[in-house]
C-alpha cells in the first residue's frame, strides 16, 4: 500500500488557469497591456478605420445608427425636480426656448445634438463638446476628437500630470483639456493645443475599466471582421460576374492558337478583354479554356451571414437591425432581442450619457439662464439644488405590439409600479401640460356635448352625480 501511494505523490499535479497556460494553442495569442497604453497607441488607427468603415461598409453604418436611434432618438427630456409646479413649468419653457438655439453652428438644436454626440462616441469612441458663454447666452459646440491633442502627455507638479490631452489635479481629477483651434483648413495648417478649463468642457465616453483617460471606438472589435467580410462579397459579386458573362466557349479545330491571333479575333487568355453577359468565346485547336468553380462557394453565403450576425454581436446590436433580414424573425425571438438591446442601452444612457453631458448642460444652461434674466428665480441662492436638479427620461422605444404594451404601462401605473408622469415624460411631453390639455379637452366636450369616452362622457357623469344624491 505504501508503495502504491508513493506513487500517487510523485504522479505530476497540474493546478493552475487553463488561461495562463502555455504551449502550441497558444503559441499567436496575443496580450492586452495597461488599458491607458494601449488606447493611447491605438485609438486614432482605430478612429480612421471606424470613419472610414462607417461611410463606406453598410453594415458597419448599420450597426451605429442603430445604436444612435436606440441610445439618443428624439433626444432626451428633462423633468425638473423643482417642488413648485409654476417653476418646474417656466423651467422647461425656458430650456426649450434655449435648446433651439443651442447649436453654435446652427445646423442642429440641443435635442438633435445628443444624437451628434452618441454617433460620435460610438464611431470615435469620445466626443467632444465645448460649453462657450456668448452674448447671447450658453451655447455648444460639437468639437472633432482629433483636436484633443493626444501627444500632450507630461508630468506636472505636486503629482498633477497631463496625459493624452487631458490634465489632472494630484487627486485624479479631471482640470483641463488641452484642444488645439479648430480651422477649416486642417490639413494645411498645424496649431498649437490651448488649455481649456475642464468646467467648459465635456468629455463623454464610455470607459472599458478604472483610470481610462481617451475613449476606444465601439467598432473596435468588428472592424477587421467588417474588412473581411467585404472582401469576400467583393468577391462573390465578381464571381458572379464572371459566371454570368459566359454563355459558352467555341472551339475551331481549323485555326490554331497563332491564326487566331493573326486573324484579329480575341484572345480570351491574353487581351484581358472585359466580359459582357452573353460572352462567346473562341480558341483554336491548340488551346485550352478552363472555368474554376471552388467547391467552397457553395457554403459561402451561408458563411457570409454568419459573418454579418458576428459584426452584429461584436457591436452590441440586434443582428437584424445590421443585416436587415427578418426572414427567420418571430414575435417572440425579435421581442427577447428587442428586450436584451433595451436594457444594454439603459445601461449607457443612465451610467454614462446622462452624468457627462445631460446633467452638466442642464446645469450650465438653467444657471445662465437665471443669471440673463430669461427664468426668474429669486431664491436660486437659498434653493439652487432644487433649480438645478432634474430626472432625465430617454424617448421611449417604439412598441413592437401597441395594444400589448399600452395594457403594460396602463396596468404597471394602475398597481402603483410607475406613475403617469414617467409614462408621459418617456415620450417627449411634460405631463404637467398634458394634464392642462386633459383637462381643458374635458371642459370643451362638456360644453359641447361631445362624448369620446367613459372618462369625457357628460352622461355619465350626470348618472354618477344620481347616484351619488
Known sequence: MMGLFSRVRRAPQRRRFDAAATGRGWSQQRSFRSLNLETLQAFATVRARARHAYANDPHIRAAVEAWVTALAGAGARPQPGHPDAASREAIIAALDDWADVADIGARSDFWGQQAEFVRSMVIDGEALAQLLDTADGLRLRHLPTELLDESETRVGEGGAYTLGGVEFDRHGRRVAYWIRPEVPAAHLTWTPAERVDARDVLHIFRPLAAGQVRGISWLAPVLLTAHEVDKLADALTVGAQVAAAYAGVLQDNSLTGAELTDE????????????????????????????????????????????????????????????????????????????????????????????????PVYARAVTSLILSGDLDASDFEAARRDWL?????????????????????????????????????????????????????RERERALGLTFGPQSSPQKESRDDDADA
Open 389 to 441: 436638479r432634474a430626472d432625465w427620461l430617454f424617448p421611449a422605444p417604439p412598441w413592437i405590439d401597441p395594444a400589448k404594451d399600452a395594457a403594460a404601462e396602463a396596468l404597471l401605473v394602475q398597481h402603483g409600479f410607475k406613475s403617469r408622469s414617467q409614462v408621459i415624460a418617456e415620450r417627449g411631453w411634460s405631463p404637467d401640460a398634458i394634464d392642462a390639455q386633459i383637462s381643458a379637452d
Open 264 to 359: 484579329g479575333r480575341s484572345d480570351p487568355i491574353a487581351d484581358g478583354a472585359p466580359l459582357v453577359p452573353g460572352t462567346i468565346r473562341v480558341i483554336g485547336v491548340d488551346q485550352t479554356l478552363t472555368l474554376t468553380t471552388p467547391p467552397q462557394a457553395q457554403m459561402t453565403l451561408a458563411f457570409l451571414e454568419s459573418r454579418i450576425r458576428s459584426i452584429a454581436s461584436g457591436a452590441g446590436v440586434p443582428a437584424h437591425l445590421v443585416s436587415g433580414d427578418l426572414s427567420k424573425a418571430n414575435y417572440g425571438s425579435l421581442r427577447a432581442d428587442m428586450v436584451a438591446f433595451r436594457q444594454r442601452c439603459e445601461v449607457i444612457q443612465y451610467g454614462t450619457i446622462a452624468p457627462q453631458l445631460l446633467r
